[in-house]
């Protein structure tokens, strides 16, 4: 009997969470409906908004916690995506939806992936080659900057060890050619810093870090080649929240909001010499 109760539990639970889950899927589809127009005028010429809601449709299907974010904030993100021409949450890893707690609320941050990011730098049509690697411990590597910069690197044959550096180089249809390169220390400070997502556990530096770590030393590495403004703009649409859905979704106002708990931020107090007198930081003589 017990068996059988728990049985009937699970069940129940279940479905909850299927009804919870087509709820969410609905809810979305009835703005999609509602908003078909807006969101037709502001989609590039190749998707169609049938197209979009299928899109739409299987990132939620692939991280069921995406419905736990204001639709419009999803939408925007996917909107985002569409107009980069980048697909979301699919394991291309070109761009990724995050549920992100934005001013007391859970919405949707969308995110260039590491390969995202590379294509947007070919379609600028300046790079002609631009990849990214890890060095690992046991691997052959040098560089040298200054005004003839050279870099060298020989992975090893196996056992090549724990990752300590990752690089980008790039090549540009002039000729020049760069290249960046940063610790594993300074890319988790990178991401500590700039990447509040990353705390939480539905961040793609939580479940794909070394992409992420490439992306992070291709946007250095870019910063100082000849890219079009296009491509700069296209970039600036990573790591935003918005809500409002436009022809041009790289000219609306990121709405994330940085927050930081005060206990995070809160020194402790060192404690005063046992011979300092408090009130008039005199040095006492010791007795």
């Known amino acids: ?24 899927k609905q809810t979305l589809q009835n703005l999609i409906t509602k908003m078909k127009p807006q969101i037709a005028n502001a989609l590039p010429t190749v998707l169609t908004p049938e197209r979009f809601t299928r899109m739409a449709l299987t990132a939620l299907s692939n991280n069921p916690k995406l419905q736990e974010c204001t639709p419009q904030s999803f939408l925007g993100a996917m909107m985002q995506a569409a107009q980069l021409g980048v697909e979301p949450n699919t394991p291309l890893g070109q761009a990724y939806m995050i549920p992100y707690r934005n001013k007391g609320q859970m919405e949707c941050q969308f995110q260039l992936g590491y390969k995202g990011l590379i294509d947007l730098a070919y379609r600028s049509g300046e ?5 990214a690697h ?16 050279k870099m060298k690197h020989k992975p090893a044959l196996k056992d090549r060890g724990e990752v300590i550096l990752y690089y980008a180089v790039f090549r540009t249809k002039s000729g020049g050619s760069g290249f960046a390169v940063m610790s594993v220390e300074d890319v ?14 539905f961040s ?5 870090f070394d992409e992420m770590a490439k992306k992070t ?14 491509f700069v703009r296209a970039v600036a649409a990573d790591e935003t929240i918005k809500t ?8 609306e106002q990121d709405e994330t909001v940085i927050t930081v708990d005060a206990e995070e931020v809160q020194e402790p107090t060192p404690e005063a010499p046992q011979n300092v007198d408090t009130e008039t930081g005199e040095i006492l003589e010791n007795k």
């Open 188 to 201: 988790k400070k990178h991401m500590q810093k700039f990447s509040q997502a990353a705390r939480g556990g």
């Open 217 to 230: 030393v291709i946007k250095k590495v870019l910063k100082y080649a000849p890219i079009k403004t296009e």
């Open 127 to 131: 790079i002609t080659s631009i990849s």
């Open 134 to 149: 890890e060095v690992c411990e046991n691997d052959e590597f040098e560089y040298e900057l200054g005004l003839e910069e």
């Open 244 to 251: 409002t859905i436009a022809p041009d979704m790289v000219d």
């Open 1 to 24: 009997m017990a068996g059988t109760v728990k049985s009937g539990a699970i069940a129940k639970a279940q479905e909850n969470r299927v009804a919870s889950s087509n709820a969410g």
């Open 204 to 208: 793609p530096w939580s479940t794909n």
